[in-house]
T-cell receptor, first 113, second 116 residues
Framework: DAKTTQPTSMDCAEGRAANLPCNHS???????VYWYRQIHSQGPQYIIH???NNETNEMASLIITEDRKSSTLILPHATLRDTAVYYC??????????????FGKGTRLHILP | GAVVSQHPSRVICKSGTSVKIECRSL??????MFWYRQFPKQSLMLMAT?????????EQGVEKDKFLINHASLTLSTLTVTSAHPEDSSFYIC????????????FGPGTRLTVL
């Protein structure tokens, strides 16, 4: 079972920042927070991941609360191409090659023109 | 990032036939491959995990005799849907992970299977 809770859907105006929340209150100390997105009829695309520090890359920023029980993915300037389902996932990184990604229901983000 | 390909991208078959879907890691060696399926308006559901050279591990409720997985090399895994029926119609997605761990896991573009 997925260990995360996300809103079912969100709207965001084009050009504005999209802030997608995720709750992971049962996260363990060795588990990372990963974000993927899936554009319609495509495979999932990796966005970003983090352990406890905030992270930023060319796609997005990830803000993780100090207690690590929740996080927010920020798309700084959303475009129509960012319309997708966004999945927040927690997973350990302990070198176990059988570690697997379990997807929850994700958040369907609509970018409005 | 690395590239994972799937072939075919779309397949239509008659009920009772078998369909093979290929998943290839194009520029890295995939020690582990994963197969998912996704029904319309639903999330991805993990079907099985396969490590190169060993038998696949199937998730609960997934019939291993119906969904045959072969991971014969570090760059190729195949999923064969045997005796396909209309309820097997779905979007099948593979994922490949290199030896570097979770940071080296990438997803294929998916294969849409329609069984008539």
């Amino acid at each position: 079972d997925a260990k995360t809770t996300q809103p079912t859907s969100m709207d965001c105006a084009e050009g504005r920042a999209a802030n997608l929340p995720c709750n992971h209150s049962t996260i363990s100390g060795n588990e990372y927070v990963y974000w993927y997105r899936q554009i319609h009829s495509q495979g999932p695309q990796y966005i970003i991941h983090g352990l406890k520090n905030n992270e930023t890359n060319e796609m997005a920023s990830l803000i993780i609360t100090e207690d690590r029980k929740s996080s927010t993915l920020i798309l700084p300037h959303a475009t129509l191409r960012d319309t997708a389902v966004y999945y927040c996932i927690v997973r350990p990184w302990d070198g176990n090659r059988d570690d697997k990604i379990i997807f929850g229901k994700g958040t369907r983000l609509h970018i409005l023109p | 990032g690395a590239v994972v390909s799937q072939h075919p991208s779309r397949v239509i078959c008659k009920s009772g036939t078998s369909v093979k879907i290929e998943c290839r890691s194009l520029d890295f060696q995939a020690t582990t491959m994963f197969w998912y399926r996704q029904f319309p308006k639903q999330s991805l559901m993990l079907m099985a995990t396969s490590n190169e050279g060993s038998k696949a591990t199937y998730e609960q409720g997934v019939e291993k005799d119906k969904f045959l997985i072969n991971h014969a090399s570090l760059t190729l895994s195949t999923l064969t849907v045997t005796s396909a029926h209309p309820e097997d119609s779905s979007f099948y997605i593979c994922s490949a992970r290199g030896a570097g761990g979770p940071d080296t896991q990438y997803f294929g573009p998916g294969t849409r299977l329609t069984v008539l």
